[in-house]
């Protein structure tokens, strides 16, 4: 968010306390919501698109911009600021955020941010810009996280890391166009991997679990995860997901064909 603080801050615990409330009444309000790098995971995606009554596809193609890091080429998204609108998020309007209720992980932790190890937060808002501790009261950072839904959030999306691909496994970096296109379909595109799923061999390929299955035509959450164990299955191979019996022999008679 704009209004980091480049200083280092003391590493902080959920047990610290912070003053911090941010409300429409400080003189600085929504002047963070401008050119700044905020990444989104699968979990943003699908509640911001819900939100927006837009397909996936519709989201990814006028809010985000996808990066390829050069260490992993594994797809990363974030959120496209308004150029027309003086780099504004395009979700800022003169009353705040238009889609609070389902802001970004990110925005929701701020002024924390995550320290380096597990359990530790850094107060990353720079006193400068952020007028959110004046006469604002005490409270935990576990608190304030709860405040925010932060770990709701963090339980979606941990769930979806451990069933996924690890990056650190990845036996060489991803740099086949096609392999990084399908990544990001099944991390964020999930109409797209959907109909995957639904209409084409997947189902004759792979063997899915039938609650999960049922769950597939109207629950984003089961699309994700069914996309994170297809990922480690094809990055990782594994047991994420189950070949239908009968399927490599076949496969490769007709290959001979
Ligand atoms: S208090 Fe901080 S977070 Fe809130 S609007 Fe002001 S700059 Fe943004
Ligand atoms: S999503 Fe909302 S809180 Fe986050 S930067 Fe945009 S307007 Fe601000």
Redesign the pocket.
């Known amino acids: 968010?704009k209004g980091e603080n480049p200083e280092p801050s003391p590493v902080l615990t959920r047990e610290s306390s912070i003053r911090f409330q941010c409300r429409p009444s400080l003189p600085c309000f929504?002047k963070?919501?401008r050119d700044?790098t905020?990444f989104l995971g699968p979990y943003d995606v699908v509640r911001l698109r819900r939100r927006l009554g837009m397909t996936s596809g519709e989201f990814l193609r006028h809010y985000t911009i996808t990066l390829l890091p050069e260490a992993s080429g594994f797809p990363l998204l974030i959120?496209r600021m308004d150029e027309k609108r003086d780099k504004k998020?395009?979700?800022?309007g003169p009353g705040?955020?238009?889609?609070?209720e389902d802001?970004?992980w990110?925005?929701r932790m701020f002024p924390l941010d995550k320290g380096e190890r597990e359990g530790q937060y850094l107060f990353v808002a720079s006193k400068d810009l952020c007028l959110g501790e004046d006469g604002a009261e005490e409270i935990s950072v576990a608190d304030y996280l709860l405040s925010q839904g932060v770990p709701h959030y963090e339980e979606v999306e941990e769930r979806l890391r451990a069933l996924g691909p690890e990056p650190g496994m990845l036996r060489e970096p991803i740099r086949n166009p096609r392999l990084q296109h399908m990544c990001r379909m099944a991390m964020y595109d999930v109409d797209t991997f959907r109909r995957l799923v639904m209409e084409s061999r997947f189902l004759e390929i792979f063997y899915v679990e039938r609650d999960l299955l049922e769950r597939i035509p109207t629950d984003d959450i089961a699309v994700l995860e069914l996309g994170q164990r297809w990922l480690r299955f094809g990055l990782q191979e594994g047991e994420s997901l189950r070949l239908r019996e009968g399927i490599l022999g076949r496969d490769a008679a007709e290959g001979r064909k």
């Not at 998020?89 to 800022?92: D, L």
């Not at 705040?96 to 609070?100: A, D, E, I, M, R």
């Open positions: 968010m929504t963070c919501c700044v905020i959120l998020c395009p979700f800022v705040g955020c238009t889609v609070y802001r970004p990110s925005c």
